[in-house]
């Protein structure tokens, strides 16, 4: 067994990377996990034994099912796959790559309590009630969460670098959605919303429910993720969301909201037809500023603003400060993709056990 193991909890399109990744830089991943069962294989998955089981996912069969077509793989809860972890020489960690909420993520605080590290892209569980991203975040030596903010982008790090050493962050403002970049610069490029928004979906870069995005809830996760690491202790419930689509279709059916896009095209395009007519683009943008209410939103901006020349699902963060206060740090690039999110899931985990 590699002296570095990662048990990947999420085998959706995220974590399918990450396995791979995982294997690519020789650390073993000898459990998985989605929603129906963990696999536990003592002696780390395989290449094949990952594609065999990915393309069983990709056709619909669950873990659970599949588990039967890997040699020496078995099924276990989650808990028994935590305990077998922290079984294992050398340095095991977990990765959170699921969508699941903070209620059934009993296994990140078992797997604190045995001190594996954590490397988490869900946002869920530092999303919700305070007192979780407070447990979850008691020892920093042993959780990374920069995939939760930007996917692989340096966020999370650039901030707790600036607390760390006594700065005094001010004020953080950017566009966080790689979703909404790519719909708001391919409507900018003419295109239609309804089928942008299933291209994104399509290329991995939107939640598994694309209403997380377009909703403005996913802006405010990161936003409220940010302010908690800045000593914020607020909730989403104290977060203003501009959604992008009517409220009469928030409770629709997944796929009948997919099939009912087009319905939304006309009042999309006369917001961004009614920012050209000033010469300036619509950008969703988000605000976190100490002791300040949090307002996501659709901002219209004028060219040569710092938001104006993102396109595609590039995010941009600016962090103000005491000591950056004549001229913002600024991160920029990709804050969508399988790969980059992956990456910074997988930096983390090797970062926490150097
Ligand atoms: N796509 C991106 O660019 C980025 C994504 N993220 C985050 O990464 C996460 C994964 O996204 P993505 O891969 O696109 O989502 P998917 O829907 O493709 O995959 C989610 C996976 O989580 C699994 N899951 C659900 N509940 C549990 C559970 N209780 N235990 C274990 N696994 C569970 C699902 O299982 P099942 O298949 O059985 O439903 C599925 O395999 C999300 O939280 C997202 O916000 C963060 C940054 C960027
Ligand atoms: N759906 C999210 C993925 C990364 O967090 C986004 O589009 O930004």
Known sequence: MASRSLAVFGFGNV????????VAVGCAVPVIA???????KKSGLTREDLETLSAAKASG?????????????????????????????????????????NAANEYLLDALKLKLPISLANKKPLSEDLASFQSLTADKSLIGYEATVGAGLPVICTLQR????????????????????YILSALQAGGKFSEIVREAKAQGFTEPDPRDDLSG????????????????????????????????????????????????????????QEAASKGEMLR????????QPINVGLVSVKPGAPLASLQGTDNLVSFESAFYNTSPTVVRGPGAGLEVTAAGVLADYLLLTR
């Open 162 to 181: 600036m607390i760390d050493s006594g700065d005094r962050v001010t004020h953080v403002e950017g566009q966080l959605s790689g979703t909404l970049g």
């Open 284 to 291: 969703y943008a988000a605000v976190v500023e100490p002791g």
């Open 15 to 22: 974590g399918r990377v990450l396995c791979e990744q995982a």
């Open 217 to 272: 809830t996913d802006v405010a996760r990161k936003a409220l993720i940010l302010a908690r690491t800045m000593g914020e202790n607020i909730s989403m419930d104290q977060i203003t969301v501009e959604a992008l689509f009517p409220e009469s279709f928030a409770s629709l059916p997944l796929d009948e909201f997919m099939d009912r896009l087009p319905e939304m095209d006309a009042d999309i395009e006369a917001k961004v």
């Open 61 to 101: 069969t669950r873990l659970a099912d599949a588990v039967s077509s890997v040699a020496e793989a078995t099924v276990a809860t989650p808990t028994e796959a935590v305990n077998f972890m922290a079984t294992l020489p050398g340095k095991p960690g977990l990765a959170d790559v699921s969508a699941n909420a």
């Open 34 to 40: 989605d929603s129906s069962a963990a696999i536990v």
